[in-house]
């Protein structure tokens, strides 16, 4: 590998920065992929399907005309920001440890977020905006808001909407939740930023527990993840 895309590399690894490395089996050559731009010389219909595969975290072997390319997907890890430590986190967080995030939990009410209730799970329980600006959500973290509370879920939710978030939900019912959108927009946020909020959080599975709405929540956050066709918002 050449010294200057080395150090591009590792700069964007230091950034938590996704990058795809690309390498042309026949010859050695390599390009790096990110979402916005390319290091180096590949055909279009290559970039693109390298970008798939680092969005799925799937590397491998890529065919283009008679040459095979490997990509090497440099992620950071997955991670899903909870805010709220209530009965729909203590099914959520187990389900998402399960499918390979990390998983953090912000409640500054010390009665809700204890070890008892939360087994193994980093609790922070400092105020949600405080904790989200230390956490820095990026491209590759999720943010769920739970706690129905103004006063918690909204300071949670303007840091993640200035941040790179991939997918950003908030409980609550349709009425709630144009309230919540008319808060953002006197606090300064624009429909374009709103519009990255899935509110009511969750796939409309007609769910009803709090397992089963953790579960409309975890599916829909997969489904963003790898940009499956959207589905319908739970109610």
């Given at each position: ?6 150090e ?11 990058a ?20 180096g ?11 798939t ?14 040459v095979?390319y ?24 187990p ?10 939990v912000?409640?500054p009410?010390?009665s809700?977020a ?9 609790l ?9 600006t230390t ?13 129905h509370?103004?006063k ?12 790179d978030?991939?997918?950003i939900a ?10 919540r959108?008319d ?19 969750g ?9 089963e ?7 829909e956050?997969t ?12 109610a």
């Amino acid at each position: 590998m050449k010294a200057a895309l080395f150090e591009t590399l590792q700069a964007a690894r230091s950034a938590k920065r996704p990058a795809a490395l690309v390498t042309a089996l026949s010859d050695g050559a390599q390009a790096l992929v990110f979402h916005d731009r390319v290091d180096g010389d590949l055909p279009e219909e290559l970039v693109l399907a390298a970008r798939t595969r680092l969005r799925d975290n799937a590397g491998g072997v890529l065919e283009h005309g008679d040459v095979r390319y490997f990509v090497d997907c440099h992620n950071p890890p997955l991670r899903i920001i909870v805010v709220g430590a209530v009965h729909i986190s203590q099914t959520l967080v187990p389900m998402a440890a399960i499918a390979g995030y990390e998983v953090i939990v912000i409640d500054p009410r010390a009665s809700f977020a204890t070890t008892d209730r939360f087994p193994n799970v980093r609790l922070l329980d400092d105020w949600p905006d405080e904790a989200m600006t230390t956490l820095a959500p990026d491209s590759r973290t999720a943010v769920v808001t739970l706690t129905h509370d103004p006063k918690l879920d909204d300071p949670a939710l303007e840091v993640a909407l200035k941040s790179d978030a991939f997918y950003i939900a908030c409980l609550g019912s349709r009425r709630t939740h144009a309230r919540r959108l008319d808060r953002l927009r006197d606090a300064g946020f624009d429909d374009a930023a709103l519009d990255r909020i899935h509110g009511p959080a969750g796939l409309a599975i007609g769910a009803v527990s709090p397992a089963e709405i953790a579960l409309s929540i975890l599916a829909e956050l997969t489904a963003v993840l790898h940009a499956a066709p959207a589905a319908s918002r739970a109610a």
